[in-house]
């Protein structure tokens, strides 16, 4: 007897190392002692793609050894030990498959007559003889999934095309990135704010004679009535005789100084209301390129002013029952309703609703934008209140007294109401670019839809 091992395929007519029963295959992989040998090719038996036990349904073209036969169409090998020049790669795992790394060719590199596997180039999920999730998808098409066991594919090989997520600068259908008004998901607070110097740019030749007459005369206006009636020189005679003792007009002048008071700021609320509503139609219609003028942003305002001034007292009344609990919860309030006036100049639905619900949607973009405004708002209206203060200081307790004390305290009003320009610039452009920024987030939108939907 010889010591050397049977031949793998054995002579005509005889049986197998493993019986006569062609659909014997002999010891399984996973059982100890035994060797995996897989039926010789071409040999009774044989079968073309022999998979190891426990591996998914053989593709068409897979060929164990590797070398690729006539007809065939080169695949992948599970053992990773083919023919010499194989390609190793991977293949599957799990109970009972090889220890080996298996392989493919991704070439369709073979023996000759061989059918290359799938081409990149072509449209489809794959060639005519190639099963659905063996080759790259065609770009544009998700990936097809990974089954259980395989590892992800991390590449091409040279020589193929990659396809790959989606690239840089992607945005939604219906998003224009290179919309003035409308800042694309994923920019930032960058993008957000080069819209908001584009509209002060673009609109400024009409924004600012709407500002001067809409918030700067108004507040001016204000100013000098507060100063008419305001009692501390009266109060200061009365108290120097017996500063034990209230004066005798108390009562009246606090009465007659809280309806000065609230009739101004809600008069004046209502000519702000216009300019807002102005202004707001300016800047959409600018970003959609169509024309604007001051009669024309004044006729809108005039159509919208009442139905804003009315969403402003009531956000002022929420905002002001918040203070009365605690100064934090009223700050809160304030901010998530922020965007209430452009809701209801585009949308005229719910605004206080909507503006809830989008400062929480998407509360640290929104808290960012609204509150970068805040910051600019608050440092400039205690610059402009501490020079207006200083001014008025020379003037003395009753500047209205005289002629020349009253024109120059009022020139003085006027200049530092001018100062406050840069506030109202912003706080319009800023909370308007903040609402078309949240409805980009929401669905497609741009700058013609807007200027649309202010009607």
Not at 51 to 66: F, N
Not at 376 to 401: M, N
Not at 438 to 445: D, F, I, K, S
Request: proline share 15%; net charge negative.
């Amino acid at each position: 007897m010889s010591d050397l091992p049977p031949p793998a395929t054995p002579p005509p007519g005889q049986p197998g190392p493993y019986g006569s029963d062609p659909d014997q295959t002999g010891p399984q992989p996973g059982r100890p002692g035994e060797p995996i040998t897989p039926p010789a090719h071409g040999g009774p038996g044989a079968q073309p793609g022999w998979p190891p036990p426990g591996t998914p349904a053989t593709p068409p073209g897979w060929d164990p050894t590797g070398a690729g036969t006539p007809g065939v169409t080169p695949g992948w090998d599970p053992t990773g030990a083919g023919t010499p020049g194989a390609t190793p790669g991977w293949g599957p795992t799990g109970p009972g498959a090889p220890s080996a790394s298996p392989g493919w060719d991704p070439a369709g590199a073979g023996a000759q007559g061989a059918t290359p596997g799938w081409d990149p180039n072509a449209s489809g999920w794959g060639q005519p003889g190639t099963p659905p999730g063996w080759g790259y998808p065609p770009a544009g098409h998700p990936a097809a999934p990974t089954p259980a066991g395989y590892p992800p594919a991390a590449g091409p090989y040279p020589g193929q095309t990659w396809y790959g997520g989606p690239v840089a600068g992607w945005y939604p259908p219906g998003i224009d990135p290179n919309d003035p008004l409308v800042t694309p998901p994923g920019v930032g607070l960058g993008g957000w704010w080069q819209r908001c110097l584009g509209a002060v740019r673009r609109g400024w030749r009409v924004l600012l004679p709407l500002l001067l007459l809409t918030q700067v005369l108004p507040g001016v206006v204000f100013s000098v009535i507060s100063l008419g009636v305001d009692p501390t020189a009266r109060w200061d005679v009365s108290t120097a005789q017996d500063p034990s003792r209230l004066p005798d007009t108390f009562v009246g002048d606090m009465t007659v100084l809280l309806l000065v008071s609230l009739a101004g700021s809600v008069l004046i609320g209502l000519v702000q209301c216009l300019g807002w509503a102005a202004g707001t139609w300016v800047i959409a219609r600018q970003a959609a390129g169509e024309a604007v003028d001051l009669p024309g942003a004044l006729r809108y305002g005039v159509r919208r002013m009442f139905g804003l001034w009315g969403w402003t007292l009531l956000a002022g009344l929420t905002i002001a029952v918040g203070v009365c609990f605690c100064i934090l919860p009223g700050i809160y309030v304030a901010f998530a309703l922020s965007l209430f006036g452009p809701v209801y100049l585009f949308e005229r639905e719910n605004p206080l609703g909507r503006a809830w619900g989008m400062f929480h949607k998407r509360f640290a973009m929104v808290l960012g934008r609204v509150a970068l405004v805040a910051a600019v708002l608050l440092v400039l209206s205690l610059v402009v209140g501490g020079l207006q203060g200083a001014a008025v200081v020379p003037f003395g307790v009753d500047p209205l007294g005289s002629a020349g004390t009253a024109i120059g305290v009022i020139v003085v009003l006027a200049i530092t109401g001018v100062l406050t320009l840069p506030v109202q610039f912003l706080q319009l452009v800023g909370l308007v670019v903040t609402y078309a920024e949240q409805r980009a987030l929401e669905g497609p939108v741009n700058s013609a839809r807007l200027a649309a939907e202010l009607g």
